[in-house]
């Protein structure tokens, strides 16, 4: 399912496979390096790991993914804020006991009415709003939520839904206090997790403290985080490399950079894993030229997937579907299945020889070539993949401009379809089809970038949202899955295999494997000196 690189001699081996069963110690900071300065620090209003990673360890949820186990499932959820939780009879009532003696940062006492206030503010129902919502699409199903007392909540769906219990279980979804307005969440947040933020000075660093007030008894083991926000990738490497750092920024080391940290830091421990994360290309075809399906099922026709993977990861990176392949993924489409869909064959010239008559259909070709705009996010992980598509789209008389965009920009361009053609990457907070389908396709998502609508899918994602039968829903899922594929409705190149690496001292850290979110808590870290 995964796997893990111990590079160093017998001793690094040793202490890698032994991970974190030695007695934890507490005390110490935990020294990251950061890729980019976050858009803001709230969760619930942005859909980044430059986010998620420094800040989830500020926050609860009411369940969450257990820390670690690197699989996320039903059966790795635990409680958090949340004790216990039962539903009723028809499964459209979910009801949770809380924690009781539980605080916010400030000392304000945590009661149920504070999960009441998240969920008006992802409903639109709070008198402030979101200014951006991007987890909403997760949650039409939730009627209203109601407090029926400080220690109880209860969710009234409109109909069933197996997933619902996941998708709260997602490091995206922490609860928000009441008496903190959302602008204020932004910069300084105020969470009942493990650590309280001390400081977030934009573009330099974010500093977390321990919380010694948790209600998780003798967590966390840390004394507090440092993010350090390097922008220069090989800065960045050659510091962790130097030991000024703890741990990398999650999946960030690419493969030149792990063979330079296995010859310059041996003693390092480096996972590569899947995250649950794909590269795709963003087409808006709500304008011209890829209002013009012959144009967009050309645009699909002339990737070659697999010089991506070979090129970019240097064969790390796997071939799927929309969602993410097994044996990681635990919905995506099987190899044989997946083969006979549009542009995934392994003919690749005779792919871009139907594409290249599709574009002359259109009334292009050699003398009279396409001319688009190609944007993407100034992270390494978008940049490379778009530069290669660039040059893939030549051979079908496709030439793309590279337009790169800093990330606090990004989201608001795509949210306004400010774009013509795009390299994306989209992690998913769940390995679930619900938060992808409706999340990316569903016609009124704000994160359906792409302007994609046909009621029949949709139609159909609601059908298997509330199937619960697993395998009738798996089968629902598959085909719902090729169809996507076939429409282009947000074509995948590949899904991402990367590395993280951190000193031997670093124990407790877990990579989730079908998550780009969840695992970054840090309450079971600690550091052994």
Not at 42 to 55: C, D, G, H, K
Not at 275 to 297: E, H, K
Not at 483 to 510: E, N
């Amino acid at each position: 399912m995964r796997r893990m690189t111990c590079l160093g001699g017998a001793v690094a081996v040793l202490l890698c496979s032994m991970g974190t069963s030695l007695a934890q110690k507490s005390g110490g900071i935990l020294k990251v390096y950061h890729r980019e300065n976050p858009p803001s620090a709230s969760i619930l209003e942005e859909s980044t790991a430059s986010t998620t990673v420094p800040f989830m360890a500020v926050f609860n949820n009411l369940v969450m993914y257990d820390q670690q186990v690197p699989q996320n499932s039903a059966q790795t959820i635990v409680p958090d804020l949340a004790k216990s939780w039962a539903w009723n009879a028809e499964k459209t009532e979910l009801t949770f006991q809380l924690q009781e003696g539980v605080k916010w940062h400030d000392g304000t006492p945590f009661t149920a009415r504070d999960v009441v206030c998240t969920f008006d503010l992802l409903l639109d129902k709070a008198p402030q709003r979101l200014r951006r919502n991007p987890r909403k699409s997760w949650f039409t199903n939730v009627d209203f939520v109601s407090a029926r007392s400080d220690n109880e909540v209860t969710f009234y769906l409109t109909h069933s839904q197996p997933s619902m219990l996941g998708m709260l279980a997602s490091g995206l979804m922490p609860i928000y206090p009441c008496h903190v307005s959302p602008a204020q969440m932004r910069a300084r947040p105020i969470g009942t997790g493990p650590f309280k933020l001390a400081q977030f000075s934009e573009f330099q660093y974010i500093r977390l403290v321990r919380n010694p007030d948790y209600f998780k008894k003798g967590r966390p083991y840390l004394d507090g985080i440092d993010f350090n926000i390097v922008s220069n990738p090989s800065t960045a490497i050659l510091s962790f490399i130097a030991g000024r750092f703890d741990l990398t920024f999650p999946w960030e080391v690419t493969p030149t950079d792990r063979k330079l940290v296995e010859k310059d830091a041996p003693q390092a421990i480096c996972e590569t894993t899947s995250m649950n994360l794909n590269l795709n290309i963003l087409v808006n075809r709500t304008a011209a030229p890829f209002d013009n399906a012959d144009i967009r099922r050309a645009l699909v026709l002339a990737i070659d997937r697999k010089a991506f993977v070979d090129t970019i990861s240097q064969g790390d990176y796997a071939i799927g579907g929309t969602l993410q392949p097994p044996p990681d993924g635990t919905w995506g489409l099987p190899p044989d299945l997946l083969s006979v869909v549009p542009g995934y064959g392994s003919d690749v010239e005779k792919n871009r020889t139907e594409a290249r008559a599709l574009m002359e259909k259109a009334g292009y070709g050699p003398d009279k070539r396409l001319k688009v705009k190609l944007t993407t996010r100034g992270v390494a992980i978008y940049k490379d993949p778009a530069q290669l598509l660039q040059s893939q789209l030549r051979g079908i008389y496709i030439d793309a401009d590279l337009e790169v965009i800093e990330t606090s920009l990004w989201f608001n361009r795509l949210g306004r379809k400010d774009y013509t053609l795009g390299v994306n990457a989209t992690g998913n907070g769940i390995d679930d089809p619900d938060q992808t389908f409706f999340e990316n396709f569903a016609c009124k998502s704000s994160r359906n970038y792409t302007g994609y609508c046909n009621p029949e899918i949709e139609k159909l994602m609601a059908q298997q949202s509330v199937e619960p039968d697993l395998q009738k829903r798996r089968q629902m899922v598959g085909e719902i899955d090729v169809r996507l594929l076939a429409d282009g409705a947000r074509p995948p190149i590949m899904w991402a295999r990367s590395t993280t690496c951190m000193q031997p001292r670093v124990k407790g850290f877990v990579n989730m494997v079908n998550s780009f979110y969840n695992g970054f808590r840090f309450e079971d870290v600690w550091l052994d000196r």
